[in-house]
């Protein structure tokens, strides 16, 4: 069985001194692959063509010298804190809230509509780059990451209002947390 070795690298905007030093690094570390982070856009379209043209420059710099690049999309639903590129995004999507009430900052449910649809403009605007594999951030969950949500995934109006329409039982939170538990 062939191995990769894959090397996740998150580049500031001293992007061409940082590359110089991580090339050494990379090729001392016989690694294949280098997965360049690609930030979540959401609202920002030209933050997002920015960050494509970056992503670009960036991709063919580790290409010339001899790597396979990846992207990894960072954050994808959200770790429970303002990521710093969603820009006006906690005023548009529903969050996902956990069992007890509590709202996951940033942390957006895959039932909104409209965050569906700009996450996917981010993905397809990634896709666009040529890159063979997009990987995913391991928050994509339900439960929002570092977000303390034990049991239920989320549980926002989107969530309750399809859980209804599935059981035929309009149940509140704390009628959800107590069959949950």
């Known amino acids: 069985m062939a191995y990769r070795l894959c090397i996740p690298v998150m580049l500031s905007q001293n992007d061409s001194i940082q590359r110089e030093g991580l090339l050494k ?3 001392d570390a016989k690694a294949d692959t280098v997965f360049l982070v690609f930030d979540r856009f959401l609202t920002d379209k030209e933050a997002l ?3 494509v043209e970056k992503f670009k420059q960036n991709k063919a710099f ?5 790597f396979r690049t990846s992207a990894w999309l960072v954050p994808t639903i959200g770790y429970g804190g303002i990521a710093s590129h969603d820009g006006d995004a906690p005023n548009r999507y529903t969050h996902i809230v956990a069992d007890n009430g509590h709202v ?3 942390a957006y449910c895959p039932l909104d509509e409209a965050f569906v ?3 996917l403009r981010t993905i397809c605007a990634l896709a666009e780059t040529g890159v063979e594999e997009i ?3 391991d928050d ?3 439960g929002g990451g570092k977000f303390p949500i034990k049991f239920s995934g989320c549980l926002c109006n989107l969530h309750r209002k399809r859980l209804a329409e599935r059981t035929g039982e309009n149940l509140d939170l704390p009628d959800i947390r107590q069959r949950l538990r």
Do not use: A, V
């Open 117 to 119: 649809k700009d996450f």
């Open 62 to 66: 580790f290409e010339e010298n001899g």
């Open 140 to 142: 994509y969950t339900l």
């Open 135 to 137: 990987m995913l951030e």
């Open 25 to 27: 690094q990379l090729k």
């Open 49 to 51: 063509k920015q960050g």
């Open 104 to 106: 996951c900052p940033g």
